[in-house]
């Protein structure tokens, strides 16, 4: 699993998000941009990661980040998470998991004692000029939003 390290360039993405919608990195050039990998819409770790970022937009926004998800799940199963949670934030579709291992947030992990192949919890945050500015590995649900802000700190 290759990784990113602070000074790379984040590599580019277009993904559909829960609306059907093409969302492309280059629609945050010249903004700040948390992007977070996650294995699943509405089970329970995906959910506390994803409503710690809905309750953490307007601290986000005050430091001018925007924030996405990404996930293997089809853009309905995204919209339907989107609603449950009130979520307002785009969740993008990653079916073949493609900007995952660009990201280096596809590979093995242990679940319940089983090692398998998937999405590894990664979250990463962009400059503006589209560099890697901080990036996170296997970072607990709950701290993604609190690793963000301490690097924009």
């Known amino acids: 699993m290759a990784r990113l390290a602070v000074g790379d360039v984040a590599p580019r993405f277009s993904l ?15 903004r700040m941009l948390l992007v977070y990998f996650y294995p699943a819409a509405d089970t329970p770790g995906c959910t506390d990661q994803a409503c710690s970022v809905r309750d953490a937009r307007k601290d986000l926004s005050r430091k001018k ?4 998800g990404i996930s293997p799940d089809a853009p309905d199963a995204q919209k339907k998470f989107d609603k ?26 242990v679940l319940f004692g089983r090692t398998i192949v998937g999405i590894v919890r990664s979250s990463f945050l962009i400059d503006e000029r589209g560099r890697i ?21």
């Open 16 to 30: 559909r998000d829960q609306d059907g919608n093409r969302v492309s990195s280059a629609d945050f050039k010249g």
């Open 65 to 68: 980040v925007a924030a996405v």
């Open 84 to 109: 449950k949670f009130s979520l307002g934030f785009p969740l993008l579709s990653d079916p073949d998991h493609e900007v995952a291992q660009a990201y280096g947030a596809w590979g093995q992990k």
């Open 133 to 153: 500015a901080a990036a996170w590995y296997r970072v607990p649900a709950k701290r993604t939003v609190a690793k963000a802000l301490e690097a924009l700190a």
